[in-house]
């Protein structure tokens, strides 16, 4: 990617990888590269959040609540034909991400939406028999590995790359910032990152957004916390430090 093509091939432009899907006529089947499980679970997650924590057993909620998005007939549907592409096997365009992404960043626990669709997608957090006791530098390794496979399943790219570092994950103008310039789908990364890093390193372990383009900062950096640092340090750092 960004190399010159070879002197043999006739002289023809290829657009970027990084050019907006919006900006193509025709959008090509190629261009559906997210994978449909991304969007499902954001409403899945919308959907959770809004089912209120005491109901009447006879409680209709979609008829007493009808200003909670999540419960509405609208996510309700998308959510069926979602299950139905993740089935198939199917992938959505940025575009649709786009709008999803707009949809959460339109609540006021955005944040929260996205780190636990980052955490839910990491996959199965229980701990194997056989990562119980691995050396940390062993741990931080795989964690890294299990990160950049799992974005590219997820996203059909590479989403940065790891600096110097134990677990020192940086990106510049990537995926989640480009969606939201605002920063908080950032999150998303902070709880898959966090969830792969329990993984392998322990059920303590946190990690940190420490660096993020919508705070004018030159790149997005997740770091991994060291577990013995206070929780008062950590705050403000670290979203909902109670999960894992």
């Known amino acids: 990617m960004g190399e010159p093509l070879p002197r043999t091939l006739p002289a023809r432009r290829f657009p970027p990888m990084t050019e907006p899907a919006s900006a193509r006529p025709f959008p090509e089947k190629s261009?559906?590269?997210?994978?449909?499980?991304?969007?499902?679970?954001?409403?899945?997650?919308?959907?959770?959040?809004?089912?209120?924590?005491?109901?009447?057993?006879?409680?209709?909620?979609?008829?007493?609540?009808p200003r909670r998005l999540g419960l509405s007939d609208v996510i309700?549907?998308?959510?069926?034909?979602?299950?139905?592409?993740?089935?198939?096997?199917?992938?959505?365009?940025?575009?649709?991400?786009?709008?999803?992404?707009?949809?959460?960043?339109?609540?006021?626990?955005?944040?929260?939406?996205?780190?636990?669709?980052?955490?839910?997608?990491?996959?199965?957090?229980?701990?194997?028999?056989?990562?119980?006791?691995?050396?940390?530098?062993?741990?931080?390794?795989?964690?890294?590995?299990?990160?950049?496979?799992?974005?590219?399943?997820?996203?059909?790219?590479?989403?940065?790359?790891?600096g110097a570092g134990p677990f020192v994950l940086e990106a510049r103008a990537h995926l989640f910032i480009e969606h939201d310039p605002g920063g908080d789908a950032c999150q998303f990364l902070t709880g898959f990152c966090q969830s792969v890093l329990q993984r392998y390193c322990g059920s303590r372990t946190r990690v940190a957004h420490s660096l993020c383009e919508a705070r004018k900062d030159a790149l997005c950096r997740w770091t991994v916390l060291a577990e013995e640092r206070k929780p008062e340090e950590a705050r403000g750092l670290v979203l909902n430090p109670e999960v894992g």
């Not at 997608?121 to 990160?147: E, V």
């Open 31 to 65: 261009s559906r590269r997210i994978a449909s499980v991304v969007a499902l679970t954001l409403l899945e997650v919308i959907k959770s959040q809004d089912i209120p924590s005491e109901t009447l057993e006879s409680e209709d909620t979609t008829i007493t609540m």
């Open 76 to 162: 309700e549907r998308q959510i069926r034909r979602y299950r139905d592409e993740v089935k198939r096997k199917e992938r959505i365009s940025d575009d649709e991400y786009r709008d999803l992404v707009r949809l959460v960043i339109r609540r006021p626990d955005s944040e929260e939406v996205f780190f636990h669709a980052g955490s839910i997608l990491a996959g199965d957090d229980r701990t194997s028999g056989w990562r119980r006791g691995l050396p940390r530098s062993l741990g931080y390794g795989l964690a890294r590995r299990q990160t950049r496979r799992g974005l590219v399943k997820l996203f059909g790219r590479r989403i940065g790359g790891f």
